[in-house]
């Protein structure tokens, strides 16, 4: 193992063990398939136009089950010295219903072995009920009166992001505003997410891809798996992975063309989890705009 790669790694277990705070927010099995949707520093990496959308249908066993879709687009500025990009997410559980929209911007610093980018987004979140699915007792409820009205509050991220050509490693800290709506309303606290990555290169077209993610919340609650996959002549893929504390996870992508991609998976919850509801569903599309010998996005 190289230095740079110790380093790398180093700074990767510090990231997950240092003190951080925030809510466990989204998780998608597929997180690998465009990085910039769990980091904002990786804005322009593709070094042409990237859009991606997700779609997760979470607990389909269960009444009120999480469902999130989001929507993202990222481009390089500057002859790729920054990166810009923008991030929408709609999410429901339950009765709760919430919506983030985010601009970001990236820079980036050519090293000799590879790049290093560190980013700022700003945006805004709503947070509301869906009264349609609430059936209220007491109206006169003190408490309820609280979360009549959807509340709006303002998102502010920061991250860094590193890449060689087959390894990658980076770390986002969003909700730095830390929004408050009450004791029994919503609350937005920071949250941080970190991500390391490696492509290894089987033979002359295909690829083993390894990722993993950290995810860890104010509440001291914390989320981490990994996943490995292997693309057939680059075009293919079949994976599996395990998510801490919850189960196994299996994946599958198909690259039509350079540009285009699409990826699916099932999560396999353990036999506890299964008791009380059925797996989860994922699908995410992704289109990459050609331009001359524009890079593929399986290598960094």
């Known amino acids: 193992m190289n230095t740079s790669l110790r380093w ?13 705070w925030g809510q466990q927010e989204w998780g998608y099995g597929q997180f690998a398939m465009n990085l910039f949707d769990i980091n904002i520093a990786y804005a322009g990496q ?11 249908q979470q607990w389909t066993g269960l009444e009120g089950g999480p469902k999130s879709s989001f929507v993202s687009a990222h481009m390089p500025l500057a002859q790729n010295k920054m990166g810009a990009g923008i991030r929408f997410l709609t999410e429901s559980i339950g009765a709760r219903q919430q919506s983030t929209f985010q601009m970001a911007w990236a820079y980036r610093i050519r090293l000799a072995n590879g790049t290093l980018n560190f980013a700022l987004a700003g945006g805004a979140s709503r947070n509301g009920i869906d009264w349609n699915r609430v059936h209220v007792l007491d109206i006169e409820d003190p408490q309820i009166s609280q979360w009549e009205n959807a509340r709006w509050a303002p998102l502010v991220n920061a991250a860094f992001f590193y890449s060689r050509k087959n390894f990658y490693i980076g770390t ?21 997410k970190s991500v390391l990555g490696y492509h290894k290169k089987v033979r002359k077209d295909d690829q083993l891809q390894m990722a993993g993610l950290f995810k860890w919340s104010e509440a001291g609650e914390w989320q981490a798996e990994c996943n490995v996959m292997y693309l057939k002549n680059n075009r293919v893929g079949l994976g599996a992975g395990y998510r801490w504390n919850y189960g196994a996870v299996i994946l599958a992508q198909i690259h039509f063309t350079d540009q285009f991609r699409i990826g699916l998976n099932y999560d396999l919850a353990s036999q506890a989890i299964q008791r009380i509801y059925e797996g989860s569903f994922e699908f995410f599309l992704g289109y990459t705009l050609p331009k001359g010998k524009v890079k593929s996005i399986r290598y960094l």
Do not use: K
């Open 8 to 20: 790398s790694i180093s700074i990767f277990l510090c990231c997950c063990l240092s003190p951080a």
């Open 172 to 192: 986002e800290l969003g909700q730095l505003t830390r929004s408050y709506y009450g004791e029994t309303s919503f609350a937005q606290r920071m949250h941080l």
């Open 46 to 56: 593709h070094e042409t136009p990237s859009f991606g959308i997700r779609h997760r």
